[in-house]
């Protein structure tokens, strides 16, 4: 029991160790300000990387998501300030283009076993092509919704808000976890990435299932790409870039197995905040660079891929 | 000599054929009159999986041809055969990973088609490899249940899942938490929940793919007693299996067989041991077809010695010398252990029992490197993935076990790799046009001749040839056993495994049959012969 969640556990660990530290050298980590801003500041990351969590457990990935949510982003702004649609109906619209673009990836995928890996790098090709077609400004997004949602926040005591898009990432993860655990689409998921013959041979809809992952993911980058249009309230051609490394890093350091197969949800939620988390300290330090961030990132992640070898290295001596 | 036995042999199968397909109309008559009559007064259990005259060919080989195969209701059948006799094709043939070219196959006297093995499984016709199709990585209880978990609102309720579980694995003595993941079990663990699945999805035919491989002796006496519970059940079970032990243990009856065909099927009550390895041999016990005269009685300390030597769930200890200009045979069915024995003396299985001793001192051999290093060589059995770089010519074939002993930076410079593969070519008489050509062009022979010479190339002191006749030509064929003869006259110490038994005990000086994975009696002076070792391998 404990060993199955030991790679969660280390990552929850870490994260809490490193809070500490951070609490220690600067006593104001412990207000809900800071708390607060660490989920909305990374809300688009969050939301991105649940749908990452559901691809690498399959055993793929998803070179597509930073394009998506630039092209998200870029779309808004264009459809919204130039042609004057609608927000709502410009959301709507979005997350079904991002919704058939997933399902085309998962196609290709599945009918001509193609490697995922080169399937989503096309994609992401495609979408920060697509960018540059509709825009290659940066346009400033001043629909009065906007002000409205980004007006939403439950206030905390202590002077703190969890704010809508915050509140997003929160409930996307809740539903990631109900769907990767509690239903048989997960399952599903998890099977793939265990065995794809295994479960082909168990009756398991390995083209269903491969469809709807892709789908899920890139639906979920187009939700973090209007997510992440609230927070810049803008739409970059260049926007998000390599936030799709980010994310499988995040994904990777919250106790997900790269190969597929194992991993959590709520994992995933630690891995995003454990970034976060270094990010605010550095922001508090001042004085290092921001890209202090990647190294210590990238010091994790080998850490953690280490420690999963090892683990799984151990279990099957013991068993 | 031998063209009479071949002959007698060939009649004693038409009869057996002749014998079988009688039996089973006059069955089949009888059961008919019994439901006439409204009485089951038949003693044999209804028929539920019928195969006619299967037929199954693949570019220039005949996998399957014209094969019968009955299975009854609560019958353990154990299905029989060489390597190429035609198990594996016929049972992907029943699963739908292969279509058939020819011939019927009725499941309850309906004609069935599989599409592929979960279409199998749902006609009612589920398998069990060997390496478990399940899924690691994902909960006993999933994987028992996955896509028919029982739920509500869209959601799995695992509770209940889990519950139905630990219920249908203390149907078969298993009680454990059916929430951990597969991979914390053992195989034989793993294989029960594989059958669990099967069974519960309403499989009437159950599959076993040489079940019992990778199990100890309990765990298989575990196996078996689910097995005989199934069978009390209606459940027909078709069991492939190497182990003669097995399969009089568990069979009810056995069907052989042999390079495509339909040897015979018996039920085993009636079937002596022998006769069943000769079934499958395809020899009948004869006279002596070829003798050697001069069976020399090697004396002398021997070369390299195994004491107790072997491996858990591989091969049983066993103690082993070979001295030098001495060969030593091993024979035995298919999965009996001589390739393991090989393997193990090789290093390429890691022996966890027993010393091993080269020239009366103990060593160590953990990998092929230090086996290569004592001067050992190794030719594999299978030539084509484990032996030749297909894509390689001869000469760098020839230079390649050379060129690692020597280590990759110690090039070996293109004049003297010339004049080895030249020595080699002249010697072995390797017939090639040029060192220079891809070795995958040459014939069978040659390539074995080249795969020598990069042994030889080493000049090893002890050399392990695995089915060094298999599929060359004749005239190939002499040309090796003459090689291998030369070879221990130069005072190597050779071990050298083949199915054929004429061929191991003419140039054998002592032969060591395996069985069941135990070396069982070794055999020498005028006790080496193609009879005797037949009666060793059949036991009792």
């Known amino acids: 029991m404990i060993r199955r969640h030991l790679p969660v556990l280390i990552t929850l660990a870490v994260f809490i160790v490193g809070y500490m530290i951070c609490l220690a050298q600067f006593p104001s980590f412990a207000s809900t300000r800071v708390i607060g801003n660490l989920l909305t500041d990374n809300a688009f990351l969050g939301i991105v990387a649940v749908g990452m969590t559901f691809v690498i457990l399959s055993g ?24 004057g649609l609608n927000p709502y109906l410009a959301f709507i619209l979005v997350l079904g283009i991002a919704g058939l673009f997933g399902a085309g990836m998962g196609f290709l995928i599945h009918t001509f076993q193609i490697p995922a890996f080169i399937v989503t790098l096309a994609g992401m090709f495609l979408a920060r092509g697509l960018c540059f077609v509709l825009t290659t400004d940066s346009i400033p997004i001043n629909a009065p919704a906007y002000g409205q949602i980004t007006d939403i926040a439950f206030r905390l005591p202590g002077g703190g808000r969890v704010t809508f898009i915050a509140m997003v990432m929160l409930l996307t993860f809740a539903v990631g976890i109900v769907l990767a655990h509690f239903t048989r689409f997960g399952a599903n998921v998890y099977a793939l990435g265990g ?40 739409g970059y051609s260049l926007a998000a870039t390599g936030v799709e490394l980010d994310t499988i890093a995040a994904v990777v350091i919250g106790g997900t197995l790269l190969t597929g197969g194992y991993g959590t949800i709520i994992g995933t939620l630690v891995g995003v905040l454990i970034q976060g988390l270094i990010q605010t300290y550095i922001t508090f330090e001042g004085t290092l660079s921001s890209w202090w961030t990647k190294i210590a990132i990238g010091a994790l992640l080998f850490a953690f891929i280490v420690l999963q070898r090892g683990l799984s290295a151990a279990s099957l001596r013991t068993r | 000599m031998r063209r009479q036995a071949s002959d007698r042999l060939l009649f004693c199968l038409k009869r057996d054929q002749r014998r079988v397909r009688k039996r089973m109309s006059a069955s089949g008559s009888d059961a008919s009159k019994a439901s006439e009559d409204e009485m089951p007064v038949s003693t044999e259990q209804p028929q539920l999986l019928e195969i006619r005259g299967l037929t199954k060919g693949f570019p220039g080989v005949q996998a399957l041809d014209h094969v019968d195969f009955t299975l009854h209701e609560g019958e353990i059948h154990g299905l029989l055969g060489e390597n190429g006799a035609g198990k594996s094709t016929l049972i992907k043939v029943l699963t739908g990973v292969f279509k058939r070219d020819a011939g019927t196959i009725r499941l309850d006297g309906q004609d069935i088609e599989a599409r592929d093995p979960a279409d199998a499984l749902s006609l009612g016709i589920g398998t069990v490899y060997q390496e478990v199709n399940l899924l690691p990585n994902l909960s006993v209880a999933e994987n028992l249940f996955i896509g028919r978990q029982p739920h509500r609102f869209g959601l799995v309720r695992t509770g209940e899942m889990r519950r139905r579980s630990q219920e249908l694995l203390a149907g078969y003595g298993l009680d454990i938490d059916v929430a951990n993941p597969l991979s914390a079990y053992s195989v034989a663990v793993q294989q029960i929940v594989a059958i669990a699945r099967a069974v519960d999805l309403s499989a009437k035919v159950l599959i076993l793919d040489e079940p019992t491989a990778s199990l100890d002796a309990q765990e298989v006496e575990t196996l078996f007693r689910i097995l005989r519970d199934l069978k009390s059940r209606g459940i027909g079970i078709v069991f492939v299996t190497h182990f003669l032990d097995q399969v009089y243990a568990v069979c009810d ?43 020399k009685a090697v004396t002398g300390e021997p070369l390299v010695a195994f004491k107790d030597y072997g491996k858990r769930r591989l091969l049983e200890p066993f103690d082993l010398a070979v001295r030098p200009g001495e060969v030593v045979g091993l024979a035995g069915l ?41 001067r050992f060589g190794f030719t594999p059995e299978d030539r084509k993935t484990e032996g030749i770089v297909a894509e390689l010519s001869v000469r760098e074939n020839i230079i390649l076990a050379l060129q690692a002993q020597r280590g990759w930076l110690r090039l070996i410079p293109r004049r003297r790799q010339e004049e080895i593969a030249d020595r080699f070519i002249k010697l072995l008489d390797i017939r090639t046009p040029d060192a220079e050509k891809p070795i995958g062009l040459l014939s069978g022979g040659n390539q074995q001749k080249a795969l020598l010479a990069r042994w030889l190339a080493t000049e090893p002191r002890f050399l392990i040839l695995d089915e060094p006749t298999r599929g060359i030509d004749v005239g190939a064929h002499a040309e090796i056993i003459r090689l291998i003869e030369r070879l221990c006259e130069d005072g190597l110490a050779l071990l050298v495994i083949s199915s054929e038994l004429e061929e191991i005990a003419s140039y054998s000086d002592r032969v060591v049959v395996l069985r069941d994975r135990r070396h069982v009696r070794e055999l020498s002076g005028s006790d080496v012969s193609a009879n005797t070792i037949m009666t060793t391998i059949a036991g009792h």
Do not use: W
Not at chain 2, 336 to 346: C, D, H, W
């Open chain 1, 195 to 234: 065995n794809r013959t295994s479960a082909e041979l168990m009756g398991v809809p390995v083209r269903k299932t491969t469809i709807r992952i892709y789908m899920l993911s890139s639906f979920l980058a187009a939700l973090a790409g209007i997510v992440f249009s609230f927070y810049t309230s803008a």
């Open chain 2, 334 to 374: 298919l999965g009996s252990g001589r390739t393991e024995t090989a393997k193990l003396v090789f290093g390429i299985e890691r022996a966890d029992s027993g010393q091993a001793f080269v020239d009366g001192k103990p060593v160590r051999i953990a990998t092929p490197r230090d086996a290569a290093r004592l």
């Open chain 2, 253 to 295: 009856r056995i069907t052989v067989l042999r390079n495509g065909r339909l040897v015979g099927s018996r039920p085993i009550a009636e079937l002596p041991r022998i006769e069943l390895v000769s079934m499958m041999l395809g020899r009948e016990l004869a006279a002596e077809a070829l003798h050697r005269n001069q069976r």
């Open chain 1, 60 to 83: 793929g990935i998803d070179l597509s998501v930073g394009s998506v949510i630039a092209f998200t982003g870029v779309f808004l702004a264009v459809t919204i300030e130039k042609y």
